[in-house]
């Protein structure tokens, strides 16, 4: 952080919303909390959908004496604006009780109407709480889809067709191999867990959608190996989860929005996932720990997408086919959904003839020996595997790539290949 503080602190244009079960302010949050230029109803710093007034407190019977519900949403809160400290934060209120079942899909689409550009939900809907008025998790029932609130879903989708990214944790911090829909969702972004020590927190769930990680502390290992922050008493407290890890990442997004303005979420995303600290992706990690610094460090030339081919290339015998093995590196930090690499027997920037014309032509000499569509991850390199026809043993190859997705680069690159390996008497250079 200290570093991509060095590059930007926010901007007072990007809103990051807070939805949690309930808020109380503390003094280090002063100028920190977005203030509505337009409120009709009291909705100074945000709205309670859980009450349908501007209160924000939880105040459910019984429960004032939870330091995590007096606590929670206060700490989140103070993560954001530890992050990214010129971002407004707005704050919203949702419910798991009897009749607050709408409140989440509301505040989404308040923040929208409002102007958030990061929607940060260190809880999420459970399914089940419509029917009782209490999360079925919490009557035996272990995770599925939350079938009882299907406007939930669209608002997630509204709200990223909008330009907005949605933070979640992955799931439900209990180490185990479980799967939660609404983190999983293409519309929002799932957050893995990990420890002071840069790996999978002991609460990190195995799971196949976490997409990057942040830290969240580790459980029932003392307070060194949790994260501290602003309570709500005016204190400060220790706590440890995958709410803590979503207050983190809805932070770092909002520094690379404001870094990077006119990005929509879907970019935004990207950036974070692709600077992430890892390699390829892990079922705990995702693609690695966020790295705030190289997130808002990008130069112009990485804004991109940048398809590259590496020179050296393999020859192997396929199933009695002469196959190609190259690898296709993306120096961009925009993934390539679709990239087309073909392969030639000479190169396909010059003719092969140039006396030959429309009326005199020539037969093909530079011919297509194969080729493969393939995805390239921002930053990273992906392997195409090309069988070949009409391979005469030429120990001379050239391949193209270019990036087939909608309003990707014109540019196409050409690389001689040097053939380094040869297998059941295959030629090689």
């Known amino acids: 952080m200290p570093e991509a503080h060095q590059i930007t602190r926010g901007d007072r244009c990007v809103v990051v919303a807070v939805s949690d079960l309930g808020y109380r302010p503390h003094p280090d949050h002063r100028g920190h909390l977005w203030v509505n230029p337009r409120p009709t109803r009291g909705d100074i710093h945000g709205w309670d959908f859980a009450d349908g007034d501007a209160s924000l407190e939880y105040a459910g019977p019984g429960e004032e004496s939870s330091e995590n519900l007096r606590g929670h949403h206060s700490f989140v809160v103070g993560e954001v604006a530890a992050v990214a400290p010129e971002c407004p934060i707005m704050v919203l209120r949702v419910g798991y009780a009897t009749g607050q079942t709408e409140s989440w899909w509301r505040a989404v689409d308040y923040a929208v109407e409002h102007g958030a550009k990061v929607i940060v939900e260190p809880h999420g809907y459970i399914h089940g709480q419509s029917e ?195 690898d296709i590196s993306n120096r961009g930090v925009f993934d390539v959904a679709r990239a087309l690499v073909t392969v030639y027997n000479g190169n396909p920037c010059q003719p092969a003839d140039p006396a030959a014309s429309r009326d005199k032509p020539h037969i093909l000499l530079v011919r297509q020996l194969g080729h493969a569509i393939l995805p390239v991850t921002g930053l990273e390199k992906s392997s195409a595997q090309i069988e070949l026809a009409d391979w005469n043993g030429a120990d001379v190859l050239y391949a193209q790539v270019c990036v087939l997705d909608l309003n990707g680069p014109d540019k196409a690159v050409t690389a001689r290949l040097r053939l380094t390996h040869h297998n059941h008497g295959l030629a090689a250079e």
């Open 132 to 326: 009782t008025g209490t999360p079925w998790f919490y009557q035996g029932t272990d995770f599925a889809y939350p079938h009882d609130n299907p406007r939930l879903r669209r608002a997630y989708e509204q709200a990223y067709s909008a330009g907005c990214l949605i933070v979640k944790g992955v799931c439900d911090n209990r180490g185990r191999r479980v799967a939660a829909a609404v983190p999983a969702l293409d519309a929002v972004m799932a957050v893995g867990s990990s420890s002071r020590q840069g790996v999978a927190a002991n609460i990190a769930p195995d799971s196949d959608y976490v997409e990057v990680t942040a830290p969240s502390g580790s459980r029932d290992q003392g307070e060194g190996e949790q994260v501290r922050g602003t309570g709500g008493d005016d204190n400060y407290i220790f706590m440890s989860g995958g709410c803590m890890a979503s207050g983190f990442a809805g932070g770092v997004a909002a520094l690379v929005f404001s870094q990077y303005p006119g990005f929509t979420g879907e970019q935004v995303r990207q950036v974070m996932r692709n600077t992430a600290r890892g390699v390829g992706w892990d079922r705990y990690l995702g693609h690695g720990i966020l790295d705030a610094s190289a997130a808002v460090s990008l130069k112009d030339s990485q804004l991109t997408q940048r398809l590259a081919i590496d020179p050296v290339a393999r020859l192997d015998d396929h199933d009695g086919r002469p196959r190609l093995l190259l």
